[in-house]
Structures are given as structure tokens and as C-alpha cells.
């Protein structure tokens, strides 16, 4: 299918991993083939458009250099970013497409630009490239400043606008969980066991990416290049979270570095305040955690549940099943009688299910420490709703935040 199309590799990563690095070395490694490169920088002057300018592998007449500036090509400059794929195609001179994202672009919607059809600028650009593999270079030097700085990107100005409030490590995670391969760049800045340990840790977050350890983002180009690697549904449930929860069983690893996770997983809801405390109280050997929640007082609403350093959402994913008319139910029990024999004959899909990954984790604590919030028998038999609830009621919960707010009203 994909035969005659243009292939694209698309480079993520945060600020200052490596990204120009790496596509100035791809250009002096580039096979013989003719290059188009997409450049995409958030400010005025794009100093990597320049770089990439000054090396001396960049020909003017073979190559072609989009500069994107003063925008994000993954939301406001998504639109031109299709128009000039598809002028780029059009030219029919390019063997290969590579595009480097703004270090705050988030790649998921850079990939749904290649994937589905824009209907409003009814342009498709499947019918003149397809994607070839998605790439995020990680500074491993940086990896656990940016990871457990609590910043968001407007705290260190990077953000889009001053409305800007994604954390950067929800933005690291967002990159490391959604690539097909995951360069670990600047290694000559870390001592071999820490890298040893950060490769086992991204491994775990996202078990599919093919991992290659860089130093100044020398990399071979058939890693990057014509790879065939991407796959969008693949792609988008390759994070390791998600991985761990579909397994029928979870295997217990060797836990080299003390890297581990494990799913908690309660048909019984927890009770919103007791789970607030623990929240509060963030064992820090976890580094990722996602999945369903049940809360008492909401009792219809699946909750998903996202943390990633000190990242912690609180979202509402839908309702579950149970929640539904009875011949609804019945409708769909009947279209997934699998799933729907694995349900709880009281509670249905109603349940608490959260991967957690992390490293050094007391397992039988944490579990023991969450059952502790979860409704005993007596509260079972009382009006849930009547129980006080202070979590949030949507997205995004800092709980460094919150302290600092009460901190501020005992003033
Ligand atoms: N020590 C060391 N420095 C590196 C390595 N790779 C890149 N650098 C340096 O890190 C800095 C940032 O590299 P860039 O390639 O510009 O990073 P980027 O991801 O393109 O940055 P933005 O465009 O700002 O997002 C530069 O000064 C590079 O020379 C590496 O492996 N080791």
C-alpha cells in the first residue's frame, strides 16, 4: 500500500535532547537519498533551521529546508504542517520526508496529521506519503531533573501561550509512551549503571520501542529511515501501562535495578477522602501510574487516572456499563459476551484497575495501603454519595499546588 507514497520520519523529544543533532548527523549519513526536512521551532528565529543551513552535507539543490516558526506543528501550525507535506510531495524531487518537531509538540496529534483524512482543508495526505517511524530522542542527563521537576512549561517559559499549563513531564511521558524508537541521547554525560537503569525504565514505560543508546545523536540511518516500523493502532497501545493491563497474568520479572510494576486491582470502590490522603502522600518510588478508578461518591463515571513525577490527573474517561438502562447493558454484554463474562456479578465493569510502575516498590504495602482506602463493609451499607469528597472533579491536579493553596488560606 504503502509503495509509492513518500515516507516520513518524524523526530519528538524535548527541548534540547538532541533532536538537531540527530538530523544533522541523518544528513550526513543520508544513503543518497533526496531529503526534505520540516524544521519546526516555537520562537521567531528558528536556530535550528540555521544549523541545520550551516552543515556543510546540506546541498541546496538536492535537499529542501521548511522552516515552521513561531508556532507548534502538533496544534496551531497543524494545518500548514499538512500543506506542506503535501507541497513538498507535490514537487515529486523527495525521496524521504523528515520532520523535526518544536520540543513541546505532542506526538500523537502530529501523527493523526498523516493518518486521517483533514477534512476541512480536504487534503489526505495518505495519498502522497505515509509514516514511516516516529522517533523521540531523550537527553538521558536531564531525564530525572525534567522528570521530577514538578515544573509546567510555562514555569520555564516554554510554554505556547501563558495558558500553557502541560507539565513537562506529562509532555516527556506523552513522547516516550507513543514512538516507535527511542534514542538515548548525550550517554557520554552519564555514568554506565544510571544508564543502565534509565534504559530498563524506559523499556518498562514503553516496552515496543526499539531503544539505541546515542552520543551526539550518531545514530545509523536504516534505525531511522525507511524502517517501516509505524503502526498508528501499535503505535498508540505500545505504552507499557497499557501493555501491563491487558496482560491476562503478569509474570513476576527479575527486577534488575528494582524496576517493577504490578496492577491493583479492587472490585470495591474507594472512598474519595481517604484516597485524597494517599494521593497527598505520593510514594515517590513510583514513577508512572495509570488506569481505571471507582469512587463512591461517583459512582457512575469511570475515572482514569494518570500519574507520571508529580503529574497527577483526575479525569472522567465515560461511565461504565453498569451504569446503563438494563436492555443497553444487555445489548452490549451481548455484542462482547468474552469481556462480559469477566465482569463482577454484582458490580459489572465497575472497578478499580491502576498499573503501577516504579522502581524499589513495596508491592504488598502499596496494595495494603490503597485496600485501606477502599469502602469497608459498614461504609458499603451507608449513602455513598453523603461521603465527602475533595478530589478534583476534572483534569489536572498538582498536589504540590494544592498544598501551597492551603498553605496560602492558613495565612
Ligand atoms: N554532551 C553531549 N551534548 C549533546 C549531545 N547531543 C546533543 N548535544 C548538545 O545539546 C545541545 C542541544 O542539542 P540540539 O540538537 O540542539 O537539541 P534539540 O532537541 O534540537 O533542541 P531544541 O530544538 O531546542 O528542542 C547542543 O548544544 C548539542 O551540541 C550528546 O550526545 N552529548
Known sequence: MNDNTIPVTVLSGYLGAGKTTVLNHLLHNQQGMRIALIVNDMSEINVDANLIKRNDSFSRTEEQLVEMTNGCICCTLREDLIQEVRNLALKGRFDYILIESSGISEPIPVAQTFTYVDEELDINLGTFCHLDCMVTVVDAHRFWHDFSSGESLVDRKQGI???DAREVVDLLIDQIEFCDVLLLNKCDLVAAEDLAQLEKILQKLQPEAQIIRTTHGRVDARELLNTNRFDFEKASMSAGWLRELQLAKHTPETEEYGIGSFVYRRTLPFHPERLAQWLENWPAEIV???????LATRNDQAILFSQAGSSIQIGISGYWVASFPEEEQAAIFSEEPEWAATLDPVWGDRINEVVFIGIDMDQSTLAKTLDDCLLTPEEMALDWAS?????????????????EDEEDMAQ
Open 161 to 163: 501561550d501563558e495558558t
Open 288 to 294: 508512572r501510574a495509570k488506569g481505571m478508578m471507582w
Open 387 to 403: 461521603f465527602p469528597d475533595p478530589l478534583p472533579v476534572v483534569e489536572d491536579w498538582d498536589f504540590d499546588e494544592d498544598e
